[in-house]
């Protein structure tokens, strides 16, 4: 990539960041820009919420070979996911950007922000914001409600879209090839994804089938490109 980075502004001068991550194409953009600050940071994955468990793995596992392209630690947690259904009773029939998705926010963030507390980390941030399609103030307010509850601990809320991150998101997971996932994660969001694709004379989602920069692959961006149209045909 041919292009000059403004070195990224930390809160406090801290030089050290635990990044959660929802996923390859995802967090590319924050891997390669905080490695161009100089930056010191973790992937921490925990994303209880992907579903099913063979969607979680391949999402996992390109997550793991970009990490490891770079040198960079990754944290592989806990994929509890009989804990995120207990907590998403009752929120089965929320829409995207809802009740639901501020659970499945405050849930991820929570891990993440015990991680980071118990491990030295005075900053946490996510990948989660990048997508246009995610609610970026949803986001962070969750993030720095979870941050919140160890002192000395920050959710540095920076805007990962500006400047070009959105395109450049993009055109990193064209050159490595992502998995690219095509609906949020969640059951329910694969749910309605399947709803209104068959509504609109489509097929199911095969999962595993579509990697970026190939035939099939489109140029939308990932987590959330087939949530707008189904809320277009509602």
């Known amino acids: 990539m041919t292009f000059e980075r ?23 953009e924050l891997m390669e820009a905080m490695l161009a600050s100089g930056i010191d940071y973790t992937i921490f994955f925990y994303n209880p919420n992907i579903h099913p468990r063979k969607e ?17 630690p990754f944290v592989d947690a806990d994929y509890d996911c009989s804990r995120w259904f207990e907590r998403a009773r009752g929120l089965e029939h929320e829409p995207e950007r809802g009740a639901r998705c501020t ?16 491990h ?10 990048i997508s246009r399609w995610k609610d970026m103030q949803q986001i962070n307010g969750c993030g720095i409600r979870a941050a919140s509850r160890y002192p000395g601990l920050r959710y540095w809320d920076y805007n990962w879209r500006k400047g070009g991150g959105s395109a450049r998101m993009i055109e990193i997971s064209k050159r490595e090839h992502f998995y690219q996932q095509e609906y949020c994660g969640c059951v329910y969001s694969l ?23 190939t035939e099939r692959a489109t140029s939308a961006e990932p987590l959330g490109h087939e949530e707008e149209h189904a809320e277009e045909s509602e």
């Open 103 to 118: 659970m499945c926010f405050d849930l991820r963030f929570e891990r993440t922000a015990l991680y980071a507390h118990e």
């Open 56 to 72: 979680y793995q391949l999402r996992k596992s390109e997550n793991v070979r970009f990490a490891e392209k770079f040198g960079v």
């Open 120 to 129: 030295g980390f005075p900053v946490m941030t996510s990948s989660l914001g």
């Open 6 to 28: 403004t070195p990224l502004p930390l809160p406090e001068g801290h030089r050290k960041v635990l990044l959660h991550s929802c996923c390859a194409p995802c967090s590319g």
């Open 191 to 213: 749910r309605d994804t399947n709803r209104h694709r068959l509504a609109t004379g489509r097929e199911r989602i095969r999962l595993g089938e579509m990697f970026y920069g």
